[in-house]
């Protein structure tokens, strides 16, 4: 049996979460189940009459261009150690996909504690993390704990909205109930959330750095005036991601600046064996704002031009890498404008 815990119930996958990640504190449960999960859904799979695998749905705002989706951040993925191998997780994601697209989500998202294991359910990585730490000027930054009061919520959310907004095109709204919950997650874990000014006359915001463990060697986010930063290393693929309604998606894909032509049609194949409504050969409208997608009928016989897994779709349109193509399809591809930089630092 496959279905969503209610509200009541949802406490009762604490013991599964306890089982296959030994490795999170008691504290930092004790946080996630009283917080995130009263925000979440648990879809879950059974076996005569026990708790035998699960997923969490844990809802996020994203920032899309100039568009703000409702999409899933996909946690807690676990199934019992007496029960693997036998479907349930792959149950699970089918179900899960066909709700999300029911609810007309763009994509979701996860953080994969091994890549392998959802490479066949149509994921692939669509963002690195990027190596940053404080340089010599950013260590001279004054440092005080972050407070839970509305203003200071809605002063630290701005400032990194304006960072992030510089940089990427992709990412999860920030907002006052962002930083709340993120204060409470990192402090859960014997962590903080400072933030970092200048020790100017007129003190001014310049960072937010949160982290995880008393000694702050785990950091979960450093968002920072680029003057105040360096290089810590080699980015790092982090986020996977997954598109869910295609023609939903493709709405904010358009035609590059540089395109010779400022409207093109074309014929695209695209190959999901899990969402059936992603699955096959369509006509693709793009111009320089947006495009869409009208499946072709059988009896039309049109022929793609272009055919790919819904994996090398996704990582093409997040603009994570380009997709393998020769020929005519080299051409179209060179046309058409991915999103261009995708950040994601959650970690649940």
Known sequence: MIRYLKQEEKKESRKLWEKVFSEDSESFLDYYYSDRVQKSKVLTAWKEGSMAAMLHRNPYQVVVKDRLWKIDYVAGVATHPDCRHQGFMSRLLSRCFMDMYLEKMEFCFLVPVDPAIYQPFGFT????????????????????????????????????????????????????????????????????LLLLSTREKEERLAGVWAYYGETAANVRELICLPEYLKEGGSSKPYAMGRIIHLQQFVSVI????????????????????????????????????GSALTPVLEEEGRKPQISLGINDLTSWLFGYSRPSVSGEGKELVDRVRPLKGVFFDEVT
């Open 125 to 192: 990585y669509i963002s690195d993390l990027p190596a940053k730490e404080l340089n010599a000027k950013g260590q001279q930054l004054s440092r005080r704990a972050f407070l839970e009061g509305s203003e200071e919520c809605r002063e630290t959310a701005r400032f990194v909205g304006r960072q992030l907004e510089d940089q990427y095109e992709v990412y999860a709204l920030r907002n006052e109930e962002y930083y709340r919950d993120l204060s409470r997650e990192v402090r859960s874990d014997r962590g903080d």
């Open 254 to 289: 358009c035609l590059n600046e540089d395109s010779p032509v400022s409207e093109m049609k074309l014929v695209i194949e695209v190959k999901d064996s899990l969402i059936h409504q992603n699955n096959g050969i369509f006509k693709w409208r793009l111009d320089r704002k």
